[in-house]
């Protein structure tokens, strides 16, 4: 039993390999599928992929150890296994292109592994006061709740710096993230994967800061300094729990020059 290259455009084939093969163990497989995609560099390919059924755990692990790159998940495929009679369904796609670093290696054997191993959403907040301690919440064009300054870590990016930076382009304030305060982790919800949200220090400042705010209109509506009565009246529930979480952090930090250990919370639940 072979595996089997299948053309689907100039110089990308598909790789595929029947059940029977499988069934004969990850390594006797996973050999086969990598000895035929080399063969299908060595004949002229660039790229070579296979589209594997999401419920397959063993046919996944074949691909990978074969040393095809997860790339994602094609949906309602209407020719998941070449057979354009068969109903769509979605695949995961892995692929190999005829330059990648090679497996053998280590910089090519972590792109592997990063293909596959989970990603996490990062988001990043800085929790701002003024003089009377109020917070500055940021109301939104998109959603009703207001919230924390900030916004997504770009892939890459400093969380510390992504603070600054959203809100810069956001506020076009220069403020500088202190220390991080809070960890919060936020479960998956309303189409949202899971996501680590981390609130840092943004210290103290005066109320007349508000008069130096450009206001990025697309996202951010108004901006204002809000006691923390107010917080619990505009925000989310799981919103001023992380703001009354970061609080008690900062409440808790010592009072020496050293800063105090961050907290971690889930969905602002200690």
């Not at 595929?16 to 002229?44: D, H, I, N």
């Not at 992380?242 to 105090?260: D, I, Q, T, Y």
Request: negative net charge; contains cysteine; glycine residues 8%.
């Amino acid at each position: 039993m072979r595996a089997e290259l299948t053309s689907v455009a100039p110089g990308v084939v598909r790789v595929s390999w029947p059940p029977a093969l499988q069934e004969q163990g990850l390594q006797v497989c996973s050999e086969e599928v990598r000895r035929v995609v080399e063969s299908a560099f060595k004949g002229g390919a660039t790229r070579v992929e296979t589209h594997v059924d999401p419920d397959d755990d063993q046919a996944q692990r074949v691909a990978t150890f074969s040393g095809l790159m997860r790339e994602g998940v094609a949906r309602g495929v209407a020719d998941a296994d070449g057979e354009v009679d068969r109903p769509a369904t979605d695949r995961v796609v892995y692929a190999r292109l005829v330059d990648d670093t090679p497996l053998e290696d280590p910089d090519g054997f972590r792109t592997l592994l990063n293909s596959f191993l989970p990603r996490k959403r990062a988001i990043s907040q800085l929790l701002v006061r003024d003089r009377d301690d109020r917070v500055l919440l940021c109301q939104l064009t998109y959603k009703r709740d207001h919230d924390l300054p900030g916004g997504v870590v770009e892939v890459g990016e400093s969380p510390q710096l992504a603070v600054a930076r959203e809100v810069r382009e956001e506020l076009a304030l220069d403020l500088e993230p202190g220390r991080l305060l809070l960890t919060d982790w936020l479960p998956p919800w309303g189409g949202w994967d899971d996501a680590l949200c981390l609130v840092f220090d943004g210290g103290v400042v005066d109320a007349s800061v508000l008069d130096e705010v450009v206001r990025q209109e697309r996202e951010i509506r108004s901006v204002a300094f809000h006691t923390p009565a107010e917080v619990r009246e505009r925000c989310a529930d799981f919103t001023a729990r992380r703001v009354e979480a970061a609080l008690a952090a900062l409440r808790a930090a010592p009072p020496a020059a050293e800063p105090g250990p961050a907290a971690y919370t889930e969905s602002g639940r200690g």
